[in-house]
Nanobody
Framework: QVQVAESGGGLVQAGGSLRLSCEVS????????VGWFRQAPGKGRDEVSC????????????DYADSVKGRFTISRDNTKNTVSLQMNSLKPEDTAVYYC????????????????WGQGIQVTVSS
C-alpha cells in the first residue's frame, strides 16, 4: 500500500525555521523525483522545490522556486525513504498548505505529473 506522509508543519514567527519531512512507503524512493509544493488559499499548487531523479542516481539535482532560493534546502535519504525540506528565514508569504509529491523517473517535478501525493500539512508564518 502506497503512503506519503508529511510532518513538521506548524505555526512560526517570521524569521523562524521549520523542517518538513516526507516519508514514503509502498514504493522505492530511488525511482522517483520528489517535490514540495504549496497552495495558499485561493491559489494554485506551486512547486517550491524538487530533488530530481537523474539516470538512477540517488542524489539528484535540486531545484528551487525563486521565492525560496537561499532560504529553503531540500534533501533526501533513500535509506529512510524520506525527503526533507529545511525552511529558514520564513516569511508570512510562505504561509500555505505544503504537499509532498513523487514523480516516477522524472527530471523535473510538475504537479500534473505527480504519481503520489501526501495529504498536505499547514505551515503558518506570523508577522
Amino acid at each position: 500500500q502506497v503512503q506519503v506522509a508529511e510532518s513538521g508543519g506548524g505555526l512560526v514567527q517570521a524569521g523562524g525555521s521549520l523542517r518538513l519531512s516526507c516519508e514514503v512507503s509502498g514504493f522505492t524512493l530511488d525511482d522517483y523525483a520528489v517535490g514540495w509544493f504549496r497552495q495558499a488559499p485561493g491559489k494554485g499548487r506551486d512547486e517550491v522545490s524538487c530533488i530530481n531523479y537523474i539516470h538512477g542516481h540517488s542524489d539528484g539535482k535540486t531545484d528551487y522556486a525563486d521565492s525560496v532560493k537561499g532560504r529553503f534546502t531540500i534533501s533526501r535519504d533513500n535509506t529512510k525513504n524520506t525527503v526533507s525540506l529545511q525552511m529558514n528565514s520564513l516569511k508570512p508569504e510562505d504561509t500555505a498548505v505544503y504537499y509532498c509529491g513523487a514523480v516516477w523517473r522524472a527530471a523535473a517535478c510538475v504537479a500534473t505529473s505527480v504519481n503520489y501525493w501526501g495529504q498536505g500539512i499547514q505551515v503558518t508564518v506570523s508577522s
